[in-house]
């Protein structure tokens, strides 16, 4: 257990550090379309899913090894998802059922 | 358009020129065909009282140009863009009109998503209609109540948005104030509930019903601009919204448009419309769940001391279901109108089930087959000859290339 607040900070700052390093990849849905549509992670990394059109999006992958469903994303919005597991997963949109990302994490 | 409206679109318009050589540019847009077999009473937008987009007026079955529409967006930074939304549409009478054309700046906090728009934009009360230029990614027509909002309400002013992602999920508040708008009222009192898929455009004036104008003793046929300022009064609007992955979304909105209703600026009225929206939305799994009501009235005071009210109210509920490249959706709605004065001609009661059938074999091509069966009952028809009680199918297939 973490009994000093400072040492808490250290390790809340660490964290913060692990996670925008791992923010490195991102994808945008622009033109009803993520760009790009492919991408290669390694596990535990994060994706950063980043809404660049003038239109709500949303994001779901649907597979054995995960399962992820995000909010609705307005304008601007990132959504962030950690793929702990190597594989190929498809990342798709409720609303624009033809949008379709592929992520391997390898 | 009256002069605010007018500057504040030349304005956002000149900017969007200006800079789209300095900066990031992108461009979105579709054309839309179609084989329509129209309803039998001739459409509200030909003067008529039919309540679909095409109808007697236009030969049995015919393929049209439905319209184009553009969407250039132009960025200026991580944070800020300029937006413009425009249509060719063969009923504007004008060759290119204005949808929307607004800034957005989104900045970026931690923790937080914060929006703000200025500029002449769609209000935010639809679930439906989320695509461009007030598209539904579901049907090609969307209900009464968004096809309502489309035809006759435009944000001319400055919209705050704020939301924060929680462990109980995603809270939001919207506020905005506007102007420009206090005609907003005269379609749903004049005119009653429709279902199409063309929003007026922010410069083009609108036909109003040929038998509203001869049960006031006017002379048809006549137009009415929406977006014009005639009584100097901000009207506003509030909403907040809950959603959860996983379980759903739901919306609440209060609109008043603050409009006096004693004012008037030649024969046109400001209608004080005030009303109430709650939206639920569900994504399970290939299923998506909607559902709206609205309920609301709309004011004028014609002479003093004489105040007619329509109240108004509408609710549908819509499911739509994916599978592979192909998207199925049914809706079902109820909608009526009162008139609080004894107007009974201008009151109505109605219901419409409609289906359609997308298939998305390329990411720059949709085929959508719809059809609307729409029952009503409005007295007014009784001016044009007609039957109070009508029933109308309405049959589109449409091809949209999208870019």
């Given at each position: 257990m973490i009994r000093h607040p400072l040492a808490l900070a250290g390790v809340l700052l660490l964290a913060s550090s692990a996670v925008h390093a791992d923010d490195l990849h991102v994808v945008a849905q622009t033109g009803r379309m993520f760009h790009p549509g492919e991408i290669s992670i390694r596990p535990g990394e994060w994706l950063t899913i980043s809404n660049r059109d003038d239109f709500i999006h949303q994001i779901y992958v649907k597979s054995d090894a995960m399962n992820f469903d995000s909010d609705e994303q307005p304008p601007g919005q990132n959504v962030s998802v950690n793929f702990p597991a190597a594989g190929s997963f498809e990342v798709r949109c409720h609303i624009h059922p033809k949008m379709s990302l592929t992520v391997h994490v390898r | 358009m009256r002069p605010i409206a007018a500057w504040l679109s030349i304005c956002l318009v000149f900017v969007f020129c200006a800079r789209a050589g300095a900066a990031d540019f992108s461009f979105q847009g579709y054309a839309d065909f179609r084989l329509v077999v129209p309803g039998g009473e001739v459409s509200w937008l030909d003067?008529?009282?039919?309540?679909?987009?095409?109808?007697?007026?236009?030969?049995?079955?015919n393929f049209r140009f439905a319209e184009a529409v553009g969407q250039g967006a132009l960025l200026l930074s991580d944070e800020l863009r300029i937006v413009a939304v425009a249509r060719i549409e063969p009923?504007?009478?004008?060759?290119v009109d204005l949808i929307e054309a607004y800034a957005a700046w989104r900045p970026q906090l931690d923790g937080w998503l914060a929006a703000l728009k200025v500029g002449a934009f769609f209000p935010p009360f639809s679930l439906e209609n989320t695509d461009l230029g007030w598209t539904s990614p579901y049907t090609l027509t969307p209900s009464a109540i968004n096809s309502w909002v489309g035809d006759e309400l435009r944000t001319l002013g400055a919209e705050a948005h704020v939301e924060k992602q929680t462990s109980v999920g995603t809270f939001s508040l919207t506020a905005a104030i506007f102007c420009?708008?206090?005609?907003?009222?005269v379609l749903i009192a004049d005119r009653g509930w429709t279902l199409d898929d063309r929003p007026s455009g922010l410069i083009e004036n609108i036909r109003e019903p040929d038998a509203t104008l001869i049960l006031f003793g006017g002379t048809p046929p006549e137009r009415t601009p929406l977006f014009i300022e005639i009584d100097h009064r901000l009207g506003w609007y509030v909403g907040a919204s809950w959603s959860m992955a996983g379980i759903g979304k739901a919306a609440l909105y209060r609109y008043d448009n603050?409009?006096?209703?004693?004012q008037h600026q030649d024969e046109y009225f400001a209608w004080r419309t005030r009303f109430w929206s709650l939206g639920w939305e569900s994504h399970l799994d290939s299923l998506t769940l909607l559902a709206q009501g609205m309920s609301g009235d709309t004011a004028i005071?014609?002479?003093?001391?004489f105040v007619a009210v329509t109240k108004f109210k509408s609710a549908f509920v819509l499911a739509a279901y994916d599978l592979d490249d192909w998207r199925l959706a049914a809706r079902a709605e109820a909608f009526q109108t009162r008139s609080t004065v004894g107007l009974v001609p201008l009151e109505e009661d109605g219901h419409a089930f409609t289906a359609a059938a997308s298939w998305m074999?390329?990411?720059?091509l949709r085929l959508t087959g719809e059809v609307i069966a729409i029952t009503s009952r409005r007295g007014e028809r009784v001016i044009a000859g007609l039957s109070p009680q009508q029933a109308d199918t309405q049959f589109q297939l449409s091809v949209r290339f999208l870019r």
């Open positions: - | 003067g008529g009282l039919g309540k679909l987009r095409y109808g007697g007026a236009q030969p049995d079955p009923k504007q009478r004008t060759g420009c708008n206090d005609p907003a009222g603050e409009a006096d209703p004693a005071e014609p002479f003093a001391g074999p390329k990411d720059w």
